[in-house]
């Protein structure tokens, strides 16, 4: 009977070890089943190593993007997977304010805009545009603004390759028969707080795009923040390259998109004079014996 019972204790102290195993497995098992990393491993072989560098550079910049679509695409396959049997939640929750980033407080969404504003025009909502044609205070192009609702996107459908690219869209953004917007540009030049509300809506539209593409989780706002701004720079795929695969790029200024994903990622925690900070008031009495000491 004794010994007896120490079988059934040992009994009791294993299924609690493979009870533990089990949910440690669930909880640190692999991003992407074996099948789906297989698949996409054999895509990343044949055409990231074997065929990709083989080709003209103008054939690579012409099908760079489509092959990054492509690998990312296998990452959101595997990752859904994962997710799935992982038991991983990947809803978020909708804004109450037109200021608000998803995920964010209203304080970091102000930091995240403050951030982006002082390096895309060093403050000045008034910037009139660079090489590009890229202008305002966020240096908002052509297609941004479609997607926000500003510009007619049956106009930008229209328009020429080079305003689709955003190498030459002063022009088009010019003529106010292409803007939603009555005034056109320079109506929006002198409104600050539609060019807030505009990089808003857009930095919602790209992070909705990131829990689809299965890269953020509501709980993880530095990253969030990050994801913002690296597509506010080089667009959503660029984005998702960086933060799915670790795949790097860069403007036709040559800015990487990992600068952009850091300054966004560090914004949500630096204080700064356009917000509402909650400064704690020193009492005038201490002021004083701090200047006296």
């Keep these: 009977m004794e010994n007896e019972a120490i079988f059934n204790r040992i009994d009791a102290r294993l299924d609690r070890i493979e009870k533990l195993t089990r949910k440690t497995y669930r909880q640190t098992m692999p991003e992407m089943p074996w099948v ?57 929750t909708l804004p109450s ?14 930091r995240w805009r403050s951030a982006l504003l002082a390096r895309e025009s060093s403050g000045n909502y008034q910037h009139t545009g660079n090489q590009f044609g890229y202008f305002a205070g966020y240096a908002m192009g052509a297609e941004s603004l479609a997607i926000v609702g500003l510009v007619k996107q049956s106009a930008f459908d229209d328009a020429p390759r080079h305003v689709k690219r955003g190498t030459d869209q002063t022009a088009f953004l010019s003529n106010p028969n292409n803007w939603q917007l009555r005034g056109g540009k320079q109506a929006f030049l002198h409104d600050n707080l539609l060019q807030d509300r505009a990089v808003t809506v857009l930095a919602n539209t790209n992070i909705a ?9 509501e709980s993880q706002q530095e990253k969030i923040a990050g994801f913002a701004a690296a597509a506010h720079l080089k667009g959503l795929t660029a984005a998702i390259s960086w933060y799915a695969r670790g795949k790097d790029s860069h403007d036709a ?25 909650n400064t704690r008031q020193v009492p005038s009495w201490l002021k004083w014996l701090e200047v006296k000491n």
């Design 36 to 92: 789906f990393a297989a698949i996409a491993g054999v895509a990343v072989v044949s055409l990231g190593y074997v065929l990709y560098p083989q080709l003209p550079t103008e054939i690579k910049d012409a099908i760079e993007p489509r092959v990054d679509m492509a690998q990312n695409k296998f990452y959101s396959i595997g990752q859904a997977f994962a997710d799935y049997t992982g038991n991983v939640d990947r809803s978020y």
């Design 253 to 277: 200024n040559g800015t990487n998109t990992s600068d952009y994903a850091a300054m966004g990622e560090a914004s949500i925690n630096k204080r700064s004079n356009l917000c509402a900070e």
């Design 209 to 217: 795009d990131g829990f689809k593409s299965r890269v953020l989780l």
């Design 97 to 110: 304010g037109t200021l608000t980033l998803v995920g964010l407080s209203p304080l970091q969404s102000c």
